[in-house]
């Protein structure tokens, strides 16, 4: 099924102010009066000041001159538009169709059936190549792609990355257009965004706003770079492109933030509150590259456990600042441990990007092939230090024991700190989970962030060296009961 965190945002209006009137005619240039007779002036008035013609001037400076791309104004119809523009990139976009099998009660037809449908866009006409989201192929059997021209193909799936959203695929067609792609580490907050796609089940539909934001995070996946747009988002514009006021690819229409306080848009109206996620083509086109390459995303490690850095947590390492990422562990042997970083190390600049929290290193690692040499601007208490991470190959490991963490699943794991750890007075048993990546096997069963875990199995947990002997003799699929807030929940990782 379509991932709820689908599609959503606000409509913008562009009011475009004007004096009453005035209408969209352009204001004429003025021009000197005929020359009069000068009338007769009585003792009392003041003589009219004659009109003389300018005297030539010198060439304009630069900075007074007019602007080489001004607001797109259709002389012929007398209408600002971004028609031209985006005309070019509107047969690029198609409508995604998955099906497969009925998750309900069936019929014992084996025909495949549509699941769900959403967006995607071309980024390769003489190779075919599709791009959109994993959410929407997923569960797929057989793909189809509508054209705007009425056209109707099946697809082939190349492949998917769950941790990004992302899914790759491919048509064999004639006289296909495709999108052009902007690099979107040059976009500022207030661009104008336009979102398009099919959605509601209605025909392709073009939106616009504005790039409200850069570099969100806090999603729940290795994205953490997101593009936020108010742009109308909607059940439907999943995969669609969210393109600039030329026309050019800058993300894909990934998720929604709708229902108040539920951030997967999972809340009882998942209506349009004008927060949409897009994929940035920075993250996007190294995904589809890996895809396209290998049929899979491979992704690197640097070998230390990080954390964001809260205003708590600033206040007890005596900062100023509140954006960054804390290191909470090395590994031996690691790529951190060869850069000289040290747990409590705080991060604040990475491949010469700022980082806000814990998810914007994981983004820049994440898109970071194995070799790739990093530069890191560090906090280390107080002053600050620079050195370089060599990001290494990922090798797949159950569970990894550090000095002060556990990486397991995909998901990180501490002692209990001190404050949170007494209750009337005693300890609490139980190990907290300090992050989750996403996109990993932890993610996809909902272990979350701050969860404890008080059981592996049957065996109880009290500390850290117990977790990882519970989950080392334990290779099949595991159950953790966990205490999150006043509830206890099972959940079931491993395969």
Same mark, same amino acid.
């Given at each position: ?11 913008? &209006?562009?009011?475009?102010?004007? %004096? ?42 630069? +900075? ?7 607001? $797109? ?29 009925? #998750? ?9 059936? $549509? !699941?769900?449908?959403?967006? *995607? ?13 994993? @959410? ?30 992302? &899914?790759?695929?491919?048509? =064999?067609?004639? @006289?296909?257009?495709?999108? =052009? ?8 907050? *207030? ?32 994205? /953490? ?16 492109? %969210?393109?600039?006021? #030329? ?16 951030? !997967?848009?999972? *809340? ?31 992704? *690197? ?30 590994? $031996? ?22 980082? +806000? ?25 107080? @002053?600050? @230090? ?60 909902? %272990? ?11 065996? =109880?947990?009290?500390?850290? &060296?117990?977790?990882?002997?519970? !989950? ?11 205490? #999150? ?9 491993? /395969?």
């Amino acid at each position: 099924m379509s991932r709820s965190v689908f599609m959503a945002g606000s409509a913008v &209006a562009l009011a475009l102010l004007t %004096l009453p009137g005035a209408g969209l005619a352009q204001t004429p240039k003025p021009t000197p009066p005929a020359a009069t007779p000068a009338p007769t002036q009585s003792p009392a008035q003041t003589p009219a000041t004659p009109y003389r013609a300018p005297r030539p001037a010198a060439a304009p400076a630069p +900075a007074a001159r007019a602007p080489q791309f001004p607001l $797109p104004y259709d002389e012929r119809r007398g209408v600002f538009t971004f028609a031209t523009g985006l005309e070019r990139s509107l047969p690029a976009v198609v409508q995604v169709t998955t099906l497969g099998s009925s #998750r309900g009660p069936t019929t014992g037809e084996n025909e495949p059936k $549509p !699941l769900q449908s959403g967006s *995607g866009v071309i980024i390769d006409a003489r190779e075919g190549i599709i791009v959109t989201n994993n @959410h929407v192929v997923d569960g797929g059997t057989k793909f189809t792609v509508d054209m705007t021209d009425g056209r109707l193909f099946d697809a082939t799936l190349v492949g998917v990355d769950k941790a990004t959203d992302v &899914a790759v695929l491919k048509i =064999e067609a004639p @006289h296909l257009s495709q999108v =052009e792609i902007v690099d979107s580490d040059t976009l500022r907050t *207030g661009d104008l965004a336009f979102a398009v796609g099919y959605p509601l089940g209605l025909d392709q539909t073009l939106t616009m706003g504005v790039i409200s934001g850069l570099g969100r995070s806090g999603l729940g996946d290795a994205v /953490e770079d997101y593009i936020q747009t108010d742009a109308a988002v909607n059940s439907g514009n999943s995969g669609g492109p %969210l393109l600039d006021s #030329r026309g050019r690819l800058i993300g894909i229409n990934t998720s929604i933030l709708s229902g108040g306080s539920d951030p !997967l848009g999972m *809340g009882a109206t998942g209506g349009n509150d004008g927060i949409a996620f897009a994929v940035p083509t920075r993250i996007l086109m190294f995904v589809v590259g890996q895809i396209r390459d290998h049929g899979e995303v491979t992704r *690197g490690k640097i070998g230390a456990a990080m954390g964001s850095l809260t205003a708590t947590r600033a206040r007890a390492f005596g900062l100023g600042i509140v954006r960054g990422a804390v290191v909470e562990d090395v590994a $031996p042997g690691s790529p951190a441990e060869a850069a000289g970083l040290q747990k409590n190390d705080i991060i604040t600049r990475i491949q010469n990007r700022p980082v +806000a929290n814990a998810g914007s290193v994981q983004a820049t690692v994440g898109i970071a092939p194995p070799g790739t040499r990093l530069p890191i601007v560090y906090l280390r208490d107080g @002053h600050e @230090h620079t050195t370089a991470l060599t990001v290494a190959t990922a090798e797949p490991v159950r569970v990894a024991v550090g000095k002060t963490a556990i990486e397991a699943f995909g998901a990180q794991f501490r002692a209990l700190p001190v404050e949170d750890g007494k209750e009337a007075g005693e300890m609490q048993a139980g190990v907290q989970v300090a992050s989750v990546e996403g996109g990993s096997d932890a993610a996809q069963h909902k %272990l979350a962030a701050g969860d404890i875990v008080t059981k592996v199995g049957e065996v =109880e947990i009290t500390d850290l &060296a117990g977790l990882a002997a519970a !989950l080392e003799a334990d290779q099949g699929m595991t159950t953790l009961t966990v205490r #999150r807030g006043e509830e206890t929940v099972e959940i079931n990782v491993g /395969e």
